[in-house]
Nanobody, 128 residues
């Protein structure tokens, strides 16, 4: 059974940092894509970053590309989203997602419907 579990959210002041975790189970993260999305109250879910585990490379949303880094821990079968210089507009619930057949962050990586499996989300609030 495929499961994704996010953690690491919280309340941080503007300019602060957070590292979000996405722990995968039910499959071994060796070639699949892990994508990060977020959803703010009253807004649609939007893509943040897409990680290709086969190449350890990433595609990022333009508005965050200079502020996010993705890493992995093979022993824990987990992917991490490091977010720096957080802004109020980063406040949202953050989700990780995967589709076991997707191996590249292609031209449609930003569409939520491309992913079959989702975590429950972790809240990130940026406020002073």
């Amino acid at each position: 059974q495929v499961q994704l579990v996010e953690s690491g959210g919280g309340l941080v002041p503007p300019g602060g940092s957070l590292r979000l975790s996405c722990a995968a189970s039910g499959f071994t993260l060796d070639y699949q894509v892990i994508a990060w999305f977020r959803q703010a109250p009253g807004k649609e879910r939007e893509a943040v970053s897409c990680f290709m585990s086969s190449t350890n490379s990433t595609v990022n949303r333009d508005s965050v590309k200079d502020r996010v880094t993705i890493s992995r821990d093979n022993a824990k079968n987990a992917v991490y989203l490091q977010m720096n210089n957080l802004k109020a507009e980063d406040t949202a619930i953050y989700y990780c997602a995967t589709d076991l057949k997707m191996v590249w962050c292609g031209s449609t990586w930003f569409r939520p419907r491309e992913y079959d499996y989702w975590g429950q989300g972790t809240q990130v609030t940026v406020s002073s």
